[in-house]
């Protein structure tokens, strides 16, 4: 086993939904401040993983989880654990871009808000800070007020980067960040990400092998709601010990 | 050769007549409000709208026909009726689409249908029989109020619960319009469940949860026999909740029909029932207008 | 506990008390109306006409109410039916968007009209003709009251059946009139069902618009011009006099309608549950 700081830690974990069995006995972990790249098949609970870490989970109907998961070592299914709090530390950014129905800086401010910060100088200054970080401040800053639907899908997706970093997460998820967006938008929201693990932990799901191995420091592969093989990316993707990580790798399942 | 020209003769016969059949119902409307706007006409000749809207005095075998008393009789029930069901079907709307489980939704959804059903005279039953007596025996006398149970707050609470269904429906319908996204964006930020509805999803929607509820009062606005059964009917102007009122519709479901031979009596009636039809048209056109353009903004 | 979550908490527990409450009210006027009414259900009740006088007689039973309102809404429902489903065929297929929406708001605004101005103006319109209050008039001014609700209702359920099944019977040939009548009809069968039981439920339970037009009377009608006594009215009639043997007759009504609405819902229910087995989703 390779040695790092776990950021988030899973162990044994088991995904039920209804009767059929989405994940079956995960345990890995997840490095401190790398990209950690979740890749497999559509279908192989990808985006289900990525949800049990912050409990978006909790959202579908029918669901229901045993085992661990650990952020920072604090188990959050412990039913003591505020959940707002764990999902504060984890932020999310969805597939497609999804801009909250108000103006572009409410939707930044929005997370601040929420956590309680009102007086306007600060929501300001952090709207102003985070925009700058997601690379849109420029482009907006004649326009804060204006809808945040009039931007385009990629600016779009920028924003919620923005929303999603304004309240000072520690770990970043994203669910396929890239699919809806242009290949020139797709392309600046990877540097983003590249620029960002100097201070986060960042997991991404998705099932473009290329783009994998471009952001990747270390790999998951999960085939059928199981981890085949997880480990550093050179690893996984130079000399892939499993037969299926090969396969997959070497593009015969998809 | 045949065959192919009677399937094509029934086609067109089929389609005129439908046609024939959907134009005439979609002129309804403009038929009852011709219709009772010819009959009223006859009033509205001897005296002016405002006149008739702001007198007091409501003497028939006099030619006094001020409506005022009723229309404020009207707008006080209605009042206390959105008073009484806004916030709790607000509320119990927002659970049923935020925090229930697929299995207490499958339960209270179906009950709640069923309320919708009830007859308005069960209503009106139930309200002679329970509300009457509570308000006349327990809740004016916590007031100081002497009152015989048949008054205002009585009528407004039992127009209250037989809105509930409607403006439950609608209001759901308009959190349910929330798309998932927003609510997981919410969530994911460290958003309480309440917080999420009141910012992501109250608050930018306000102006449709604002149309919802008007349309879901125009279909109360001019509910006739349960609220008669327990207001009280006094042609008076109320001072007080616990006073008697009586509302528009009730007005004409007591006197139409009988003592025809007052002259004007029917047109000032029929007055009665043009204006009520003409206020629920233009809420629930508004509200409707207001509702599109939501969606479009959206869309 | 940070104020979030005592806002969170106090929120949830508003939301289920009304909830509760609200769900309390509708067991509450179904236990009231049940209670005081079902011991009077007795057989005379349900097989005679009241006796001894315009409905302040003491004894007998409410069979002229209950004839009529089943002559009433039967009547009803039959007659929109017959307006009503090829409005919503058309619809469908034929009305360009425009007029098509013009007829659904058309529909929309005539399903909040108050049904005391059905009433006021059924009434007026039969003062015209000359004719006095009877089952026909009120059979009519139902039918207005119920028509927007039945088509609206059809025009919904026919809207949801996929396009795509359309194309399929035209790729046949079929004629339009065809391809509504013989797919869409069918696959949307339990909705126009349900829409036809709601319609029903709703005209059945109106006072309000057969209060003048329909009238009410002792007897069983035996022509469509003889006035007609209906449940609802009888609730309402014999509610309003003094004497307490009248008033049991409307408790006795007014779980009839009870028991009436409620079966049709269930019924509603049950076909929606068993017939979309059928239906290709």
């Known amino acids: 086993m390779e040695k790092f700081k776990p950021h988030i830690s899973v162990e044994k974990l088991n995904v039920f939904y209804g009767k059929h069995h989405v994940l079956k006995d995960i345990t890995v972990k997840i490095p401190e401040k790398q990209i950690t790249v979740i890749i497999g098949p559509s279908g192989c609970g990808k985006t289900t993983l990525l949800k049990s870490f912050n409990r978006l989970i909790d959202l579908v109907e029918g669901i229901s989880v045993s085992g661990d998961v650990r952020v920072d070592g604090m188990d959050i299914y412990n039913g003591k654990i505020d959940v707002t709090n764990i999902r504060k530390k984890i932020g999310m950014l969805a597939q497609k871009p999804y801009p909250l129905p108000m103006s572009i800086y409410d939707n930044v401010a929005y997370g601040p808000r929420i956590h309680g910060i009102l007086k306007r100088k600060e929501l300001d200054r952090i709207v102003e800070r985070y925009l700058k970080v997601a690379g849109l401040w420029d482009e907006v800053k004649d326009r804060l007020k204006s809808p945040a639907s009039r931007l385009s899908a990629g600016q779009q997706q920028r924003l919620c980067l923005a929303r999603t970093l304004a309240v000072e997460p520690e770990i970043i998820l994203g669910d396929e960040p890239t699919s809806a967006l242009d290949p020139v938008s797709a392309k600046r929201i990877e540097q983003e990400f590249i620029e960002l693990k100097k201070d986060y932990t960042i997991v991404i799901v998705t099932h473009i092998l290329r783009q994998a191995k471009r952001l990747a420091d270390h790999v998951i592969f999960l085939y059928m709601g199981e981890v085949i093989e997880a480990g550093p990316a050179r690893e996984i993707f130079e000399d892939p010990k499993e037969a299926r990580t090969r396969a997959y790798i070497g593009g015969e399942i998809s | 050769m045949n065959l192919k020209l009677t399937r094509k003769l029934k086609e067109v016969i089929a389609s005129r007549l439908m046609l024939l ?99 308005s005279v069960v209503y009106g039953l139930w309200g002679i029989l329970v509300v009457v007596p509570l308000v006349k025996d327990h809740i004016a006398p916590l007031f100081g109020y002497p009152t015989s149970g048949y008054c205002l707050l009585t009528g407004g609470f039992v127009l209250a619960i037989m809105v509930f269904p409607v403006l439950i429906s609608v209001s759901e319908e308009v959190f349910r319009a929330v798309p998932h996204e927003v609510r997981e964006i919410s969530l994911a930020l460290g958003a309480t469940r309440w917080q999420t509805v009141k910012h992501a999803q109250m608050v930018p929607r306000i102006k449709g949860i604002i149309a919802a509820i008007v349309l879901g009062f125009s279909r109360a606005f001019g509910e006739t026999m349960a609220v008669m059964m327990v207001v009280g009917n006094v042609a008076q102007v109320p001072s007080s909740v616990f006073q008697p009122a009586y509302p528009l519709p009730a007005l004409i479901a007591n006197n139409y029909g009988e003592m025809m031979s007052i002259p004007l009596y029917d047109a000032a009636l029929l007055l009665a029932a043009l204006l009520l039809l003409l206020i629920v048209l233009v809420f629930s056109v508004g509200a409707r207008i207001v509702l599109l353009r939501i969606e479009r903004r959206v869309v | 506990m940070d104020r979030r979550q005592l806002e969170e908490a106090f929120f949830k527990g508003l939301m289920i008390a009304s909830t509760v409450i609200i769900v309390g009210i509708l067991f509450a006027i179904l236990a009231v109306v049940l209670l005081k009414g079902a011991p009077l259900l007795s057989l005379s009740m349900l097989t005679q006409t009241p006796k001894g006088g315009y409905y302040l007689g003491k004894g007998g039973g409410i069979l002229n109410a209950i004839i009529g309102s089943l002559y009433l809404a039967f009547g009803a429902t039959f007659l929109s039916f017959i307006i009503a489903f090829p409005i919503a065929l058309y619809l469908q297929e034929y009305a360009r968007n425009r007029f098509a929406s013009f007829v659904r708001l058309s529909l929309d605004i005539l399903w909040g009209v108050p049904s005391i101005v059905y009433g006021a103006f059924g009434f007026t319109i039969m003062l015209y003709l000359g004719l006095r209050a009877c089952l026909l008039g009120g059979i009519i001014v139902l039918t207005l009251l119920m028509l927007p609700i039945m088509t609206r209702a059809m025009d919904e359920v026919m809207r949801m059946v996929p396009h795509e099944l359309r194309e399929t019977s035209y790729a046949v040939g079929s004629t339009r009139l065809e391809a509504l009548l013989r797919v869409v009809s069918r696959q949307a069968l339990p909705g126009i069902l349900t829409a036809v039981l709601l319609a029903f439920g709703r005209g059945i339970g109106d006072a309000a618009s057969i209060l003048f037009t329909a009238g009410y009377t002792d007897h069983i009608p035996h022509s469509l011009f003889d006035p007609a006594a209906s449940l609802p009215l009888a609730v309402f009639f014999l509610l309003g006099t003094p004497l307490p043997e009248v008033q049991e007759r409307a408790y006795a009504a007014a779980v009839i309608l009870l028991v009436i609405i409620l079966s049709t819902s269930v019924i509603s229910r049950l076909l929606t549950t068993k017939w979309t087995k059928f239906v290709i989703k």
């Open chain 2, 21 to 119: 059949i959907t134009a005439l119902s979609s002129m309804l409307i403009f038929v009852m409000i011709l219709g009772l706007f010819l009959k009223a006409r006859l009033i509205l000749a001897t005296q002016s709208l405002p006149e008739l809207l702001l007198s007091t005095s409501w003497h028939p075998l006099r030619g006094e026909f001020g409506f005022y008393p009723f229309i404020l009789g009207t707008i006080w029930v209605t009042v206390l009726a959105m008073f009484f069901s806004i916030p709790s079907c607000l509320l119990t709307s927002i659970y049923l689409t935020e925090y229930a489980s697929a299995k207490i939704r499958a339960f209270i959804k179906p009950l709640i249908d069923l309320l919708a059903g009830i007859p």
